[in-house]
């Protein structure tokens, strides 16, 4: 079946350093990716996606790359603020009349000054 | 502004009270879904809807129900049948057409 796994966190880093957090995929077809924010006590927010293989999604400075061959989506950030400090949901929608979106587990991110 | 909107923000279940998580968006979208997250892990679907007075069941439907009669309001029961209801509750939408979904900010619900 799809599916999403992501990289366990707390991922803890120092502000200005850079950010990666992995992500790889399971599906049948071809899924679009996403990647989705949630702060403390609030919904999810979608940060970035790609619908297609190669496509670059980006946003406030974080990027992923949609790579077919490896089946992977990671989320890149050169440089994170104590303001990027979150949970990160990976999620996979499969094409079709409505999107089921699939998520992974999450990853919480705290950057410290 | 347009947006999804979740009511209340904390809700207090009572043993075998029946209570009901609201849901409205003024988005104009087809499709509503509700999602439960418990701390840890991913969101998992309960139901969806892709067009008034029809919807689905998603992956954990037992315990819950859900009614469509309006475009815009999708309300959520978390009925007595669900034994384990504390989790926090996402309601979402999106058109049908492959668009990325629009979350409210959530319904926390406890037990007494």
């Known amino acids: 079946g799809n599916s999403v796994t992501q990289m366990e966190g707390p991922v803890t880093l120092s502000e200005e350093a850079f950010l990666t957090i992995n992500c790889t995929y399971t599906?049948?077809?071809?899924?679009?990716l996403f990647w989705y924010v949630q702060y403390p006590g609030e919904g999810l927010q979608l940060l970035l996606k790609a619908t297609k293989a190669d496509d670059k999604g980006s946003n406030k400075g974080f990027e992923a790359t949609y790579r077919k061959e490896t089946t992977s989506f990671h989320l890149e950030k050169g440089s994170v603020q104590v303001s990027d400090s979150a949970v990160y949901f990976c999620?996979?929608?499969?094409?079709?009349?409505?999107?089921?979106?699939?998520f992974g587990a999450g990853t919480r991110l705290a950057v410290h000054p | 502004d347009g947006g999804i909107t979740q009511s209340p923000k904390y809700l207090f279940r009572k043993e075998g009270q029946n209570v009901t998580l609201s849901c409205e968006q003024n988005l104009n979208h087809d499709a509503m879904y509700w999602y439960r997250q418990d701390p840890g892990q991913g969101l998992r679907l309960i139901y969806y809807?892709?067009?008034?007075?029809?919807?689905q069941k998603g992956d954990i439907a037992e315990g819950y129900s859900v009614s469509r009669e309006k475009k815009e309001s999708f309300p959520l029961t978390v009925t007595s049948a669900q034994k384990n209801p504390t989790a926090f509750y996402l309601c979402a939408s999106n058109d049908r057409d492959n668009q990325p979904q629009h979350f409210g900010d959530g319904t926390r619900l406890s037990i007494l």
């Open positions: 599906a049948t077809g071809y899924p679009s």
């Open positions: 999620a996979l929608t499969t094409s079709g009349g409505y999107n089921k979106l699939i």
């Open positions: 809807s892709q067009i008034v007075n029809d919807f």
